[in-house]
T-cell receptor, first 116, second 113 residues
Framework: GAVVSQHPSWVICKSGTSVKIECRSL??????MFWYRQFPKQSLMLMAT?????????EQGVEKDKFLINHASLTLSTLTVTSAHPEDSSFYIC????????????FGSGTRLTVV | KQEVTQIPAALSVPEGENLVLNCSFT??????LQWFRQDPGKGLTSLLL?????REQTSGRLNASLDKSSGRSTLYIAASQPGDSATYLC????????????FGRGTSLIVHP
């Protein structure tokens, strides 16, 4: 079945530094990848949608200069949290789909970011 | 705008019970509906995917049904086990658009021995 690998699974960083999270589709070509943020006991909040080779489409209220998304290939998308602050601490999850979404969505295992 | 509601928000049952988790959506023009499981601090694991033309899907002890006209889906878990304890999320993808799924807030399930 479709597998999406997300790294790192957890990261602690100092305030003001940048953190990069990787999302890879291991056995399929991900034409579209999604980045979500999840707060404790809340559902997933879509941050942005990225298509390979195109600029990401950000949801309203998400700062694109703070959350840089790159989808340079059909198997890799990255989310960089720039100049991180404690309020950026959260659980970030990526998702990927191939072809039309007939195949459904496959999720990564998530990244727990803690900014101190 | 599609809205997805899951009932109940939380459920605690003894091992062995048969369970029904509910998902309702406001716009019936969907492309597909997917049920996921999320363990604490983990990503989402896909359980069942139902296309808009299908009525149900089964996998092991899990059965998901879809009634587009009434905007409802149910996830049936037979003979529940402690290992089924997790949060179950329902996601609906819209047709005629970007297919981006809309998630419900989930049902938190605890199955105690």
């Amino acid at each position: 079945g479709a597998v999406v690998s997300q790294h790192p699974s957890w990261v602690i960083c100092k305030s003001g530094t940048s953190v990069k999270i990787e999302c890879r589709s291991l056995d399929f070509q991900a034409t579209t990848m999604f980045w979500y943020r999840q707060f404790p006991k809340q559902s997933l909040m879509l941050m942005a949608t990225s298509n390979e080779g195109s600029k990401a489409t950000y949801e309203q209220g998400v700062e694109k200069d703070k959350f840089l998304i790159n989808h340079a290939s059909l198997t890799l998308s990255t989310l960089t949290v720039t100049s991180a602050h404690p309020e950026d601490s959260s659980f970030y999850i990526c998702s990927a789909t191939g072809q039309a979404s007939n195949y459904g969505y496959t999720f990564g295992s998530g990244t727990r970011l803690t900014v101190v | 705008k599609q809205e997805v509601t899951q009932i109940p928000a939380a459920l605690s049952v003894p091992e062995g019970e048969n369970l029904v988790l509910n998902c309702s959506f406001t716009d019936s023009a969907i492309y597909n509906l997917q049920w996921f499981r999320q363990d604490p601090g983990k990503g989402l694991t896909s359980l069942l995917l139902i296309q808009s033309s299908q009525r149900e899907q089964t996998s092991g002890r899990l059965n998901a049904s879809l009634d587009k006209s009434s905007g409802r889906s149910t996830l049936y878990i037979a003979a529940s086990q402690p290992g089924d304890s997790a949060t179950y999320l329902c996601a609906v993808s819209q047709s005629g658009g970007s297919y981006i799924p809309t998630f419900g807030r989930g049902t938190s399930l605890i199955v105690h021995p």
